[in-house]
């Protein structure tokens, strides 16, 4: 395939508004830390709505494509790890939480460039994955805007709200945990198979 077929082949409105959730992170960032909760909740329910929306059109239209399945997961994880950061500056007694988060999501990222390395795709994310992001997208957008539209701040609901949050994201991080570990094995079964079939035949040849 040429450059020109790739990034035709590519050049897709799901992988646009992939491209898009990764281009807002640093001003949605930058607004968060500035505690302007208004638009940077605008920026983040956009961030929520493109990556809603992304992966049904790529199925609805059949516009999924290898770029996108690595791209996706990729947004949903800087993404995940700026607000956090963020979080972690503007409500110190979330740190014990977003920690746990923080490390979820960088195990994921090495998984990711670890099958990468083995010449293996990422598989595509699942529904459990999905989840965990929705929830987190909802936590973090309702302690912004009771905050911006309300000035509304409550410890107890901060906790309990990250909480729910890591519990979902652990959870989701167990259920990749396996099929990384499937893939694996599936891939080395692969390989003794292949290796197997060589000496077979080798041995057939001298037969």
């Known amino acids: 395939m040429s450059f020109k077929q790739y990034i035709r082949h590519n050049l897709t409105v799901p992988n646009v508004l992939t491209a898009i959730r990764i281009l807002i992170i640093p001003p949605m960032a930058r607004l968060l830390l500035k505690q302007n909760y208004i638009a940077s909740g605008a920026l ?37 790890i700026a607000v956090v950061m963020c979080m972690s500056v503007l409500y110190p007694d979330t740190l014990m939480f977003i920690i ?78 396996m099929v990384f570990v499937e893939i694996i094995k599936e891939k080395k079964s692969g390989q003794t198979d292949q290796k197997t079939e060589a000496a077979e035949e080798h041995e057939d040849k001298k037969l």
């Open 44 to 80: 983040l329910l956009l961030s929520a709505l493109s990556d809603l929306f992304d992966g049904f059109i790529a199925r609805k239209f059949d516009q999924i494509t290898d770029l996108g399945k690595i791209l996706d997961p990729i947004a949903d994880k800087l993404t995940l």
């Open 100 to 177: 746990v988060l923080f490390v979820k999501e960088i195990l994921m990222l090495c998984g990711g460039a670890f099958l990468l390395r083995m010449k293996i795709k990422p598989p595509a994310a699942r529904w459990y994955g999905k989840v965990s992001t929705t929830i987190f997208y909802t936590s973090i957008i309702t302690l912004v805007v009771l905050k911006a539209v309300w000035g509304f701040t409550n410890h107890v609901l901060s906790i309990t709200l990250i909480a729910v949050t890591t519990v979902t994201m652990l959870f989701s991080l167990t259920m990749y945990f």
